[in-house]
């Protein structure tokens, strides 16, 4: 039986507040190509342990419950719209407490292993733009075009400052800081699948530049090696 080829991929990760989930978003909405928020599957996963009572610490469990997580993906004119046993999770996903569940998941090697074909099956035609931590490191290590995404730890907690300001919630800056060093310790020192530059990555600064730039600068790159 002949084998589909694998779609060509670009992989996006980075820090925390990189900015790499939107664009991550504007790229593949210019090109047409499907999206994979890897972080959504861990934050799923964080979530539907806890609605069943299931320990976070518990890693036969959570393998068994990530081989059938009851969740769908659902584009829709570039938005994802993201539901778990049949109901819209996608702004709750969102939030830190979510968050928190999804980074205490993350840290067991064999649920990552039972995560990675699920993620795998989103690379089909025409393509796919896929954000999270080990894209480009251990899950899509044949994409023809990594990204690693970053800034200044101070320019990531101005734009989540930014962003939680516009929603209305209050923020403290100089915690935004702190808490952005912290999760960037933890994240490039963890055991497992930790946070780094592939070694064939293009890395990008964003540190001074604007959503716009940064995606030109990615789409030029995908241009220059003919992906798209
Ligand atoms: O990108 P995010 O904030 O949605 O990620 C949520 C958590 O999942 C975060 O703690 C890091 C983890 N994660 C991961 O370990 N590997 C990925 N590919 C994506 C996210």
Redo the contacts with the bound molecule.
């Keep these: 039986m002949a084998v589909a080829p694998m779609a060509t991929v670009i992989t996006i990760d980075g820090p ?1 507040s990189s900015g790499k ?1 939107t664009i991550a978003r504007r790229v593949a909405q210019r090109l047409g190509w499907h999206l994979l ?4 599957l ?2 799923l996963l964080g979530l539907h342990a806890r609605d069943l009572g299931v320990s976070l610490d518990d890693e036969q469990a959570l393998v068994a419950l990530a081989r059938e997580l009851p969740c769908r993906f659902v584009e829709q004119n570039g938005d994802l719209l993201i539901e778990l046993a049949g109901k819209d999770v996608t702004d709750y996903l969102r939030t830190e407490e979510v ?1 928190e569940l ?2 205490r998941v ?1 840290v067991h090697q064999p649920v990552r292993d039972a995560l990675m074909g699920r993620q795998q099956a989103f690379a089909v035609q025409p393509g796919l733009v896929a954000d ?4 480009g490191t251990v ?1 899509f290590t044949q994409a023809p075009l990594k990204i690693y995404l970053t800034a200044s730890a101070e320019e990531r907690a101005r734009r989540r400052y930014n962003q939680l300001k516009e929603k209305g919630f209050g923020a403290n800056l100089a915690a935004l800081v702190e808490d952005i060093r912290n999760r960037d310790a933890r ?1 490039m020192n963890r055991d497992v ?1 930790p946070l780094k530059p592939a070694d064939d990555a293009l890395v990008i600064d964003s540190t001074d530049m604007t959503i716009d730039d940064v995606l030109h600068r990615i789409l030029d790159e995908a241009r220059r090696r003919t992906l798209v």
């Design positions: 925390v989930g928020d890897s972080g959504a861990y934050r968050g999804a980074s993350a999270g931590r080990d894209m899950v994240d699948a």
